[in-house]
């Protein structure tokens, strides 16, 4: 995984540290000194704030202040002069202990952003100017190296200039260097048409990633992410030129899962597009085929991903996590994994929770963690010759308002309350905060489910401030879009009609389009920060391409008709049917009747704040 950051302009301000370095115009560190300067300016988080720490100190205080307006507001024996005034006063009150002041999101800088944009690739860092064009070039890359043999980025050829930051798993280079493999690949396809010969070239890569690519020869710009979107990638125009990277400040978009074409000398800009989602076949609905099939296609893009994970030298070691909550999609995919691993593998299922100060529940009570526990104890018996760590991330108050404006500013442009709730979610999901973490291993396989959760102590080894040592984390996101997880597709079938099937494969299709905006980019973005590349097996193209297309929607949402306590007839939905039958035939029963819940509600991040309790999703922050 990289991080890549591209500016091309018409006047050049060089980076401040690189002027003090004698102004070369390139530069390159491995020095693990120097990179964890470059860590700590681009990860820094600041103190509490006065106010912050006021409202810490009094939080009984406000939970009572917000208790009292509650109680007026609903108050219908006393004038509604009168419940305005005292709701103002008590108003009044929660304000001067617990309102904060607003702290603006950072405006652009290219010293700033390089910072930010490291801590995606600490392993290795670059910065290289060069005139192209008219323009200015300058090219900063950070890399996590994951892969061998490990190529410096960027890469320049021929005649063009490469970033890349992702994975590929086409065949041809499982067993080199993906960077290097791109550079050939665009040589080799050379044609009279240089602009087909790059997006032929950019259709031909099987994987997760976004790149940037400077023809020397036209003059030209190439920048994008693959046709899901499952790499960040943002960018900024202005008069003089264009910017184009990873992370993103104030007044960045969102790149689309397109690709650009930036031209140097006009600065103008068109947009290509790669995204083509197959049209559905027909076909009679043969369940246990599909179901055999599903198995067999998410088994193999599961299994390529982990087989190109590089090995770590402590065998000890976890080289893998996955994002758990304990439900369906994620438990599948480590069942998978667990599947594929060899003996004595060590495996983290990342779980975390939150305190919430409005509703006095600690990280232990939510939803999440306790499924995740039921979930992990399930696996741990399905595999006893595998270390299966269950690792509890438990996010307190203080926690959470230290790093809010940190995720505000990594998840931008994105910003909505929903937003947040869900990128802080993903954060702390994948941080490396021993003060937060502990891990838990079972020590007893021979025992039952109902013996264990009454005294889990008895068969668990338990150690505190635990760092996980993965790299590559393992989500689940996709299924819902893929196999009718979300209520809105429920919601279609409250009126059964000819076309309702129809309908929600349209709506599947729209969600697929769209998850690169609504999901991938933030949370490519969030989680990244902490050096940790994201897989998403659900969302490999040619699994995706294969749902599509021959996955009959009748085996994603099942319905049956029955009755309410008044007797009249109802619908009762279930949604992705299909893959709760592969969890039954994976032999986990417990988990194939959970009901979808959105990790700002299984985690408990969403509405924090005293006072917050109607604040809406949509909310702008």
Known sequence: MCGILLRATSSIIKPRWIDANGGRSEWETKDPQVIERFLQKGSQVEELTQQQQKKLNNLDELRSLVNQLTKVKNNVKISALNKEQQASAIQCEIDAIGKENEIPMREFDFDDLMYTVSNRGPNYLNYTQFEQGGKYIQLFTSILSLRQPFTKQPVFGDEFVLQFNGELYNQECL??????????????????????????????????????????????????????????????????????????????????????????????????????????????????????????RLLKVTKIRYDTIHPLENPNDSSLAVLFSGGLDCTILARLVCEMAKIDSSIDL??????????????????????????WFHLCKMYPDLKINLVEINVDYRHWLMHKQRVRELMYPCNTEMDLSIAIAFYFASSTMPQLTSRKRLTNFDIKWETYSQNPEACTEY?????????VLFSGLGADELFAGYSRHEGLFNTITPKSYEELQQSLNHDIRVIHERNLGRDDRVMSCWGKELRYPYLDESFISWVVSSVHPQLKLRYKMGKNKRGNDIVIPTRKYILRRLAELLGMPWVSHELKRAIQFGAKSAKLELGQSKAKGTDSL
Not at 355 to 372: F, V
Not at 463 to 471: D, E, G, R
Request: glycine share 6%; proline share 4%; hydrophobic share 30%.
């Open 350 to 375: 990342l779980t975390v929770g939150f305190e919430n100060p409005r509703t006095g529940q600690t990280p232990e009570m939510s939803p999440d963690r306790k499924l995740a526990i039921k979930s």
């Open 175 to 296: 067993e080199t260097n993906d960077t290097s493999f791109i550079m050939r690949m665009l040589h080799s396809n050379l044609g009279a048409n240089r602009r087909d010969t790059i997006l032929t070239t950019l259709r031909q890569l099987n994987g997760e990633w976004a790149i940037t690519v400077i023809d020397l020869l036209e003059n030209k710009i190439y920048f994008g992410r693959d046709p899901i979107g499952k790499r960040s990638l943002c960018y900024k125009r202005d008069r003089d030129g264009i910017i184009v990277s990873s992370n993103s400040v104030l007044g960045f978009q969102e790149c689309r899962n397109e690709i650009y074409v930036f031209d140097l000398e006009t600065n103008e800009i068109e947009r290509l597009e790669l995204l083509q989602l197959p049209g559905f076949q027909p076909s009679t609905v043969d369940e246990e085929q599909v179901l055999c099939e599903l198995y067999s």
């Open 463 to 471: 150690t505190p401030h635990y760092t996980s040592s993965a790299k």
